[in-house]
């Protein structure tokens, strides 16, 4: 595995002042009259791990596809290193996505080639380079992730935390400066989600990438991220250090960071009286 | 009223359907010169499309001629003329069965292959993997599946025709009598270059059709199981009834 050889500095390093690599400010987006976002602002620093967590159904999916430029906001600006997403034409957002990756919560590997192949898959896709050049390449991103070995398998002999492991080295072949992570550890035992979750910090720091990381898995992301972003009916309700949002006074944050089954956000979905609809007899 | 009013809703999700199926053909069209510049990936679709449904081809042909030599040769011989057996199963093979019956095969085969395929990519997150590595799925995934039916479907339906005759001589010839330099003599002389061209004309159209109706239904499905069935079936529907309704109008305009 790659070893870090250092990376940029932590929020609480005294460093210079911190540069942001994704602003969202201001974002309005709804979906058939439900709206899902109601004046939304992130900033995404950078060369940071930036984790965005929140109730399922808070739009974390919803707003890492608007970041990338897959749906456009309706309201509001979303800059991706200075350049306003939604304003972009279709060849511009895609020259401006080669230069981000993104894992996908259940790997997205092309099922109709082998784990070479999709590694080289950008690389074929995108640049002229000898076979030989693109063969050390992959073997480089594969030996970083630990399957150099598994280049021949397909994607229907790998195990979830492999898939992702090896999304996660062609999400890396074209060297992005970005890198967007959603649900990465969903579904893994708790070997593959160490691995990981390894792999995420150790790809930021030696790589120098900024990193975007949607997760619920609040103790392991507390472990590795710079800074936390949690969402709340379409808003950001809380900010900062994961350590600071555990000590949070709001009873949202509380809830979530503790993982409790009730509070703000209600156990029981919204429902008529119990009684009244127990002794009525109807549906 | 409602009654109206359900039937203006209905006219308008057919226009808008109609107009979305156009949009995404010229698309796709627009992708065609790119995808052909890797003719691996179309070679690769030929094979799915058209080497794949060999079987079931070249079964049909000769069952679907055997038939044809039967009850051509029944019909026939009620005016003395089962000589012509050879003329009468040729042309109704290349101008009609061939093509037409070749087309429902293929969507049958080929097109929920391909629903069901680019629907899975879909439900997948592939196809959204490839538009964040900056590919677009349309040149790379739909453009050589769509080129791969076009260019099988006249191959299959030439190899269903030819089978198709070879079935018609099996019965006619070999089993019922009919005398094979006759059979083989009016054929010859019968068969114009427009009744092949008029079959290859459909087959090529009936290729355009299906295969689009296929790779549109996949690319538009519902990312979800039953979204994906929905798509395959549509496939299936859809492409049957076109495949019917061009073949008439096609048939009105060339006769």
Not at chain 1, 1 to 8: E, I, N, W
Not at chain 1, 167 to 177: E, G, H, I, V, Y
Not at chain 1, 255 to 263: A, I, R, T
Not at chain 2, 165 to 191: C, E, K, N, R, T
Request: charge should be neutral; charged fraction near 15%.
């Amino acid at each position: 595995m790659t070893a870090p050889v250092g990376g940029r500095g932590t929020p609480s390093d005294g460093g210079s002042p911190v540069d942001n690599l994704v602003e969202i400010t201001d974002v309005h987006y709804s979906v058939g009259g439900r709206s899902i976002f109601s004046g939304l602002t992130i900033k995404i620093p950078r060369g940071r791990i930036t984790a965005v967590m929140g109730p399922s159904g808070t739009g974390k999916t919803t707003l890492l596809r608007l970041m990338t430029g897959q749906i456009r906001p309706d309201r509001g600006h979303i800059l991706v290193d200075g350049q306003d997403v939604s304003s972009l034409s279709t060849a511009e957002l895609y020259r401006l996505r080669r230069r981000m990756g993104m894992l996908f919560q259940n790997g997205a590997l092309l099922t109709d080639i082998d784990v070479f192949e999709n590694v080289a898959f950008p690389l074929r896709e995108h640049t002229r380079l000898p076979e030989s050049l693109i063969r050390n390449i992959v073997l480089t991103k594969l030996q970083a992730v630990g399957l150099r070995g598994a280049w021949s398998l397909y994607p229907s002999e790998l195990s979830g935390g492999m898939g992702r492991r090896v999304a996660l080295a062609r999400a890396m072949a074209m060297d992005p400066d970005l890198l967007i992570y959603d649900e990465p550890f969903a579904g893994l035992d708790p070997i593959s989600l160490g691995v990981i979750l390894r792999l995420v910090k150790q790809m930021n720091d030696a790589l120098g990438l900024t990193s975007i990381v949607v997760s619920h898995d609040v103790d392991e992301i507390a472990t590795i991220a710079d800074v936390s972003y949690i969402l709340s009916a379409g808003k950001v309700v809380a900010s900062g250090a994961p350590k600071a949002l555990k000590e949070s006074d709001s009873e949202l944050v509380r809830q979530f960071m503790n993982g409790l089954p009730d509070g703000p956000v209600a156990f029981h979905y919204p429902a008529p009286d119990y009684r009244e609809q127990l002794l009525s007899g109807d549906d | 009223m409602r009654l109206l009013n359900d039937l203006l809703a209905s006219l308008r999700n057919f226009v808008s359907s109609v107009g979305a199926l156009s949009i995404f053909f010229v698309r796709v069209l627009g992708q065609v010169p790119a995808a052909l510049l890797k003719p691996k990936y179309v070679i690769a679709q030929i094979h799915n499309a058209g080497a794949l449904s060999l079987v079931i081809i070249m079964t049909c042909g000769l069952f679907v001629g055997a038939v044809l030599g039967l009850q051509g040769y029944d019909l026939l011989q009620r005016f003395g003329s089962e000589d012509s057996l050879g003329t009468a199963a040729a042309l109704g093979l290349i101008k009609e069965l061939g093509p037409v019956i070749t087309a429902l095969l293929f969507a049958g085969r080929a097109g929920t292959a391909l629903a069901s395929e680019i629907g899975l990519m879909r439900a997948t997150d592939q196809l959204s993997a490839m538009e964040m590595m900056a590919v677009d799925p349309i040149r790379r995934v739909v453009a050589p599946r769509f080129i791969g039916g076009v260019i099988a479907m006249p191959l299959l339906s030439a190899i269903f025709i030819s089978i198709g005759i070879y079935g018609v001589h099996l019965v006619g010839v070999q089993q019922l009598g009919v005398d094979p330099g006759s059979f083989w003599s009016q054929m010859i002389a019968s068969v114009e270059a427009g009744d092949i061209n008029e079959g290859v004309l459909k087959s090529c159209v009936f290729g355009v059709a299906c295969s689009l109706i296929a790779v549109h239904e996949g690319y538009t499905a519902q990312p979800t199981a039953e979204g994906v069935g929905r798509a395959t079936t549509r496939t299936v529907v859809i492409s049957a009834v076109l495949t019917l309704i061009l073949d008439f109008m096609l048939t009105a305009v060339m006769l």
